[in-house]
Nanobody, 127 residues
Framework: QVQLVESGGGLVQAGESLRLSCAAS????????MGWFRQAPEKKREFVAA????????YYGDSVKGRFTISRGNAKNTVYLQMNSLKPEDTAVYYC????????????????????WGQGTQVTVSS
């Protein structure tokens, strides 16, 4: 059974940082890209960041470029999202996701078409 488990969410003030983690288990994730998405109340799910299996392809949503950094652990089945200079508009439930990808094109990794999803972790940024 495939599981993606997010952790690291919480309540912070504007300007502070948080680091989210996602641990994947239940299968071999070779050639799987991993991504982070978020969804605020009454808003559509939004792409945040994605990283290919090798780590050679990185993509970010426009609203987080320059502030957020995605990375993978050495074991490749863990992905992190370092979030700096947080803003109140970053408040959302953050979801980790994984999808099989060979080409790692932005049209693939920046879409919602992922194979596996975590349950989400709440991030709240106060002003």
């Amino acid at each position: 059974q495939v599981q993606l488990v997010e952790s690291g969410g919480g309540l912070v003030q504007a300007g502070e940082s948080l680091r989210l983690s996602c641990a994947a288990s239940g299968r071999t994730f070779s050639s799987y890209a991993m991504g982070w998405f978020r969804q605020a109340p009454e808003k559509k799910r939004e792409f945040v960041a994605a990283i290919s299996w090798s780590g050679g392809h990185l993509y970010y949503g426009d609203s987080v470029k320059g502030r957020f950094t995605i990375s993978r652990g050495n074991a490749k089945n863990t992905v992190y999202l370092q979030m700096n200079s947080l803003k109140p508009e970053d408040t959302a439930v953050y979801y980790c996701a994984a999808r099989y990808s060979i080409l790692n094109q932005p049209s693939e990794l920046m879409s919602n078409d992922y194979d596996y999803w975590g349950q989400g972790t709440q991030v709240t940024v106060s002003s």
